[in-house]
Every structure is written in C-alpha cells, then in structure tokens.
Nanobody
Framework: QVQLVESGGGLVQPGGSLRLSCAASGNIFRINAMGWYRQAPGKQRELVAAITSGGSTNCADSVNGRFTISRDNAENLVYLQMNSLNPKDPAIYYC??????????????????WGQGTQVTVSS
C-alpha cells in the first residue's frame, strides 16, 4: 500500500551531475526519514545520504561535498543531487523510507522499505 518510485538515473560523464528523485505514494501520514543507498556489483548496499522529518541530513564521507539530499515534505519526495560524479559512484541507487501509513482498513502501520532502484553509470 506504499510505493517508492525512483527516477533520474542514467549515463553521465565523469565530473557530470545527475539528480535522482524518489516519490512515496500511499495513504502516508508521517515520514520519519528517507534516504538513498547504493549497491555496486559485488558490493554490499551502503548508505549514501539520509534526511529526517526535521531536515537533519547525513552523508557518507565518500560523497560529502558532492551529493546533497533534500526533500519536499508536502509532496513526499526526496531528491539526491549528485555533482562531480566519478568512476567510484556507479551503482544502483535505491530510495529507502521509514514512514507510517493508514491501511484500507483504517489502521496505522509502519513501513520501512525500498524502491526498485535506478541505475547510475559514469563513463566517458
């Protein structure tokens, strides 16, 4: 009953920029935190950046100063602005959300889950 849909991935040259978006849909009444993770082939999924409902952010050291996370609370959107992309950044980028929603039965539920992922490729 909750969906996370990412968009904005693609191919970019080294030094280029991309902006990822993630839209959370469903009968959501509270988003506690949203974040972006990435997983490169043969590697574990790792946190890239996260943002709380209050706007506090956390970025991995590897992207600090290059990537910026932001959110639109009214639209249940989270963005990841990625600048100065380099050959260490290619991966599938996943949106994650920690939120609460109302089911069709009118009950409150917690949701912690993932979007389907969007591919980011950096190549000249």
């Amino acid at each position: 009953q909750v969906q996370l849909v990412e968009s904005g991935g693609g191919l970019v040259q080294p030094g280029g920029s991309l902006r990822l978006s993630c839209a959370a849909s469903g009968n959501i009444f509270r988003i506690n935190a949203m974040g972006w993770y990435r997983q490169a082939p043969g590697k574990q999924r790792e946190l890239v950046a996260a943002i709380t409902s209050g706007g506090s952010t956390n970025c991995a050291d590897s992207v600090n100063g290059r990537f910026t996370i932001s959110r639109d609370n009214a639209e249940n959107l989270v963005y990841l602005q990625m600048n100065s992309l380099n050959p260490k950044d290619p991966a599938i980028y996943y949106c994650h959300a920690d939120l609460q929603y109302i089911s069709y039965a009118g009950l409150s539920h917690n949701f912690r889950g993932w979007g389907q992922g969007t591919q980011v490729t950096v190549s000249s």
